[in-house]
């Protein structure tokens, strides 16, 4: 490969280089329109951020990195993980060279996306040369191996980043479902009648705007008024500032308090619901918190003040409604409204039930709508986390191949604690204080030593091969990563003491089946996958006894119980990857404070109720982990018994 010189610090065992000496880059062929039909077998990818429709044939084959060559988003780079057509806008690249890492390839290549968007030229239809794409250039590790743990780490964040969109997803499907059914059928209600809008109950009623609120009005511009932004005083809210069911005042524009005096209708106050009634984002809407004691609009939106006697939430999620946000958006004439005046807020049909239904079914979606709101901040999170970690890994700043050490699992460790102690949502049963105790004050730290020693003579390799495979992550400081690392680690040990040999842990791998363990009992071949839960399942706590009543997964109202199944499910898909004749599935479950009001026996009345409830048949096993002794013996568990 041809090192280009360049006055950039470049790390030790990197090169810069360009990428027509990683690839060979080809412009890919026009497809006609008339080509492409939506139940063609193949996505046809002609620029731009996603395919433009599906073909019945293909030129380019899967898990190849493509360039969009123009139009306004040329320099955009995609994956495609399944054979595809390459369109005349499109630079595929291929033959990729035997010592680059295919995976690592994307992740630099996507690092450097805004500045590959850069290249274009063109002032109508913008493009990107081929010559500007193949003198592009790129810092690479000479090792392979280096380049494919750099994509391992990226790649299982990126997967972490689409789970949770898959989750925004689903649950924001959810959310309309639940809107069109209780905005039209309500709560327990069996009689209905017909409105032009439609069925409701026979209860509710329909309402103007005007009818339902005490003030509906708009701001005005600071211009008009003779006033001009300054650096402090009231909030001045803008359409931009309305998002869709919250106000954002990231970016806040202040006047002077003397505008907030002067403009009496416009004057915001808690409880206001803001609808944005001109440009882009007409029919957006929010409340206002009444977080600024002095606030106004803008006349892009529209204040509505409603009336006590109906709920604020209700009518916030009224708007929000997908179908009521089409009529807001349909003239009376039926063509498209291009602006919403004051008048057809007045004017505009509200379907109310009575206050009580109102309350409960705003209830309802505001409880489906922190779980949106809370999966939309983990995914910014955890984008926040792959930003630093590719600035980190694609610089070379910080280095992935050294071996783990006990002494970097301690840390890890204590990272962790650290970090949660700061978090104002520590778990309400105590685990995480449990757990900080018997790592610094019950000898913990030196138990986990002793506990990687003895595991390393039992698995038979070294300590930095062990942590590896017992899916230590670095880069995830979660408690509940510490509880997965170590339920793996205390697996070995059950494991040996039911008199299984051959141990091995073996390392998850991205996009498959890989069991955690392998291993043979009296020669048979065994697979193994295990799981934990412990404190992010809720286990409820008895204040008498200050134990964990519910493990019994017979236990009326168990969660461990529902956990348990849920859990079974993925991870039967693991076992079944595997030829081996037993399959076991191992449950870790939270064993502090110790589960004294269960026995070895009573333990094995709990496995073979969640193994007869499972109906998986035979050669498959269900053990449970508690590590509490009672009685002077351990309440671990297998069933059916082992007899192979």
């Known amino acids: 490969m041809n090192k280009i010189k360049t006055k950039q610090n470049i790390p030790s065992g990197w090169g810069q280089e360009a990428l027509s000496d990683l690839v060979l880059i080809k412009k890919g062929e026009q497809l ?12 046809a990818l002609n620029g731009g951020i996603s395919h433009s429709g599906y073909t019945d044939k293909w030129n380019t084959e899967a898990n190849t990195i493509t360039i969009s060559e123009g139009g306004n988003s040329c320099g955009y780079v995609n994956f495609n993980k399944e054979r595809f057509w390459c369109g005349g806008h499109c630079y595929a690249l291929l033959e990729v060279g035997e010592n680059i890492d295919n995976d ?22 913008p493009n990107i040369q081929k010559r500007s794409i193949e003198e592009f250039s790129l810092l690479v590790p000479e090792s392979k191996k280096e380049q494919q743990k750099i994509a391992e780490i990226l790649g299982t964040v990126d997967e972490d980043i689409a789970k949770t969109q898959e989750a925004i997803e689903a649950t924001e499907k959810l959310k309309r479902g639940l809107m069109q059914e209780l905005f039209t059928r309500g709560i327990g209600h069996t009689k209905f009648k017909k409105i032009k809008l439609g069925e409701i109950p026979e209860e509710w009623d329909v309402v103007k705007g005007s009818g339902i609120s005490e003030l509906i009005s708009k701001g005005a511009s600071p211009r008009w008024q003779g006033f001009e932004y300054q650096n402090d005083g009231m909030i001045f809210v803008t359409s931009e500032n309305v998002r869709n069911g919250y106000l954002d005042l990231s970016i806040t524009k202040f006047l002077p308090l003397e505008f907030y005096h002067k403009l009496k209708n416009s004057q915001l106050k808690q409880g206001d619901i803001l609808i944005n009634i001109v440009g882009a984002s007409i029919a957006r809407s929010c409340l ?38 089409s009529r807001l958006l349909v003239s009376q004439g039926g063509s498209a409204r291009a602006n919403l005046s004051l008048t057809d807020i007045r004017n505009f049909d509200f379907i109310l039930p009575k206050r009580e239904e109102q309350q409960k079914i705003a209830e309802i979606l505001s409880a489906v709508d922190e779980k949106i709101s809370v999966n939309k901040k983990l995914k910014a999170k955890l984008t926040l986390l792959k930003k630093g970690l590719m600035q980190d890994l694609l610089n070379g700043r910080v280095r992935t191949l050294q071996n783990f050490t006990v002494e970097m699992l301690q840390k ?9 102690n700061k978090n104002t949502h520590i778990d309400n049963n105590g685990t995480l204080k449990m757990m900080k105790d018997s790592y610094f004050e019950m000898g913990g730290k030196e138990k986990i030593k002793q506990m990687l020693e003895d595991a390393c003579e039992i698995t038979k390799v070294d300590i930095d091969s062990l942590i590896r495979n017992l899916d230590f992550k670095p880069n995830n400081l979660t408690i509940e990563a510490v509880e997965a690392f170590l339920s793996e680690l205390r697996s070995i040990f059950w494991l040996r003491d039911f008199g299984f040999t051959d141990i091995q842990p073996l390392r998850a791998k991205r996009n498959s089946t890989q069991l955690d363990f392998i291993a043979k009992y009296k020669n048979n071949e065994c697979a193994i996958e295990v799981f934990c839960l412990t ?3 809720g286990q409820q706590r008895d204040s008498a006894f200050g134990v964990y009543t519910n493990v019994d997964p017979q236990f009326n109202g168990s969660k461990f119980g529902r956990d348990f199944m849920s859990k079974a499910t993925d991870k039967k898909k693991q076992l079944d990857s595997s030829d081996a004749k037993v ?32 109906a ?4 498959y096993f269900v053990g449970i982990l508690t590590g509490a002794n009672v009685n002077g013996m351990s309440s671990d568990t297998i069933y059916p018994k082992l007899d192979v």
């Open 616 to 619: 998986w048949g035979r050669g």
């Open 288 to 325: 206002y918190d009444g977080h600024y004691q002095y606030a106004n609009i803008n006349q892009a939106v529209c204040l509505m003040r409603v009336k006590d006697s109906v709920s604020q939430q209700y009518i916030l999620q009224y708007l929000q409604s997908p179908e009521v946000i």
């Open 104 to 125: 690592f390839l994307y992740q630099a290549l996507k690092s450097k996306q805004d500045a590959l968007m850069k290249l274009r030229v063109g002032s109508g239809l």
């Open 32 to 43: 006609n329109k008339l080509a492409m039909d939506d139940s063609g077998k193949y996505p």
């Open 535 to 537: 404190s992010v399942h």
């Open 583 to 614: 399959k076991i599935l191992l449950c870790i479950v939270n064993s502090q404070p110790v589960i004294s009001l269960n026995t070895a026996k009573e333990m094995n009345v709990h496995a073979k109720f969640l193994y007869d409830n499972l």
């Open 412 to 420: 890890y460790i204590e990272d962790i604690f650290k970090l949660e």
